[in-house]
T-cell receptor, first 109, second 117 residues
Framework: GENVEQHPSTLSVQEGDSAVIKCTYS??????FPWYKQELGKRPQLIID?????GEKKDQRIAVTLNKTAKHFSLHITETQPEDSAVYFC????????FGAGTTVTVRA | GAVVSQHPSWVICKSGTSVKIECRSL??????MFWYRQFPKQSLMLMAT?????????EQGVEKDKFLINHASLTLSTLTVTSAHPEDSSFYIC?????????????FGPGTRLTVL
C-alpha cells in the first residue's frame, strides 16, 4: 500500500515568513495529492490539491509542487498569518488516500 | 462540494456497550463512503470503504466483526463499534468521494468524538 512521510512534525515561523512542508510517497500509481488543514476537533479542510499531470499549482498565498520522478511534493505558505496556525496533513493516493503524520504549524505574531 | 453530516458529534459510553455512528451525504449520492479513525495528535487512518448494497472493504488490521459497517442507501452509511473499550476512544470521520469527476476529491464529515469509559 501507499506510505506517506511528512516533515517536519512541528514548524514555528514568524508572522510574514514562509512555511514549507514536505512529503514523500511510495506508490507510483498515486495520482492525487491533496493538502488539508485541520483545527482542533474539526474536520480536515482541503486547502489545495494537485494531480499527477501537473507540476505546480498556486492559490493566493498557498502553492504546491509535485515531483513524480522523485515521489515528493511540498506545500508552501507565504506571508504567514496567525490564522494559519493549525495542523497540516498531506495525502497521496488514487481513489483511497493515505495521510502523512501531520505538521503542527505555529505562526508567531 | 458535497455536504456530509455525522451523528452524533460526540458520544460517551461504558465499556462493553455498542455505539452507532451515522454518516449522511445530504446532497450527493454516495455509492462509496470512507471511514477514518484519528487518535489524539495523530493522523487519519483509513479503516474501511463502505459500499452501497454490498459488503464493506476493511483495511489491514481493522477487525470487521468489531467495526460493523452498513451502507443501506446512497445517502447513509453507519459504523457500529461493538463491545467498545477505552482503546476505541477516538475521533471517527467519514468522507464521500467525488465520483462525478476524476479529481478524487473527498468531502469529509465533521467527525464523531467517541469516549469509552
Amino acid at each position: 500500500g501507499e506510505n506517506v512521510e511528512q516533515h517536519p512534525s512541528t514548524l514555528s515561523v514568524q508572522e510574514g515568513d514562509s512555511a514549507v512542508i514536505k512529503c514523500t510517497y511510495s506508490d507510483s500509481a498515486s495520482n492525487y495529492f491533496p493538502w488539508y488543514k485541520q483545527e482542533l476537533g474539526k474536520r480536515p479542510q482541503l486547502i489545495i490539491d494537485i494531480r499527477s499531470n501537473v507540476g505546480e499549482k498556486k492559490d493566493q498565498r498557498i502553492a504546491v509542487t509535485l515531483n513524480k520522478t522523485a515521489k515528493h511534493f511540498s506545500l508552501h505558505i507565504t506571508e504567514t498569518q496567525p490564522e494559519d496556525s493549525a495542523v497540516y496533513f498531506c495525502a497521496a493516493g488514487d481513489y483511497k488516500l493515505s495521510f502523512g503524520a501531520g505538521t503542527t504549524v505555529t505562526v508567531r505574531a | 462540494g458535497a455536504v456530509v453530516s455525522q451523528h452524533p458529534s460526540w458520544v460517551i459510553c461504558k465499556s462493553g456497550t455498542s455505539v452507532k455512528i451515522e454518516c449522511r451525504s445530504l446532497d450527493f449520492q454516495a455509492t462509496t463512503m470512507f471511514w477514518y479513525r484519528q487518535f489524539p495528535k495523530q493522523s487519519l487512518m483509513l479503516m474501511a470503504t463502505s459500499n452501497e448494497g454490498s459488503k464493506a472493504t476493511y483495511e489491514q488490521g481493522v477487525e470487521k466483526d468489531k467495526f460493523l459497517i452498513n451502507h443501506a442507501s446512497l445517502t447513509l452509511s453507519t459504523l457500529t463499534v461493538t463491545s467498545a473499550h477505552p482503546e476505541d476512544s477516538s475521533f471517527y470521520i467519514c468522507s464521500v468521494p467525488n465520483d462525478l469527476s476524476s479529481y478524487n476529491e473527498q468531502f469529509f464529515g465533521p467527525g464523531t468524538r467517541l469516549t469509552v469509559l
